[in-house]
């Protein structure tokens, strides 16, 4: 049996902590254990060195939301509208084809009239421009 060993009071350096669960790691034959019968006590420490970190992407995470509101709010200036979804193909303002497309009507996109399309006999042509995949 190994030598007793007084376990660290609350607020104890992480380091005396890490020391105390490779002490009880041996004793217990199991790291999981140890770190549960531990937690309670590694918490206030780990919180407190996690802490900075927290903040620092509390901050980031802050900058990207601005930065998300303001191209938002600078696409809606310049009369961008988001919502809208070529009928054909399902592309949008901020999802464009392969290659890359225009609108050519209020809810259908360059690439979804290509040649292939303009090709079709009139007829066909209209079926194929407006077919609406959630029908
Ligand atoms: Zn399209
Ligand atoms: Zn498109």
Redesign the pocket.
Known sequence: MSAERARPQEGAELSELLDYIDHLEEELESRDTAIRILWPLARPAVEAMMSPILDVIRDVWADVQRTVEDVMEALETAGVDLNRR?RM?G?TELN??EGG?SWVEADL?S??TGPIVQGLPAEARDVATHWDPAL
């Open positions: 070529c193909c592309c464009a084809c497309c996109c690439a979804c």
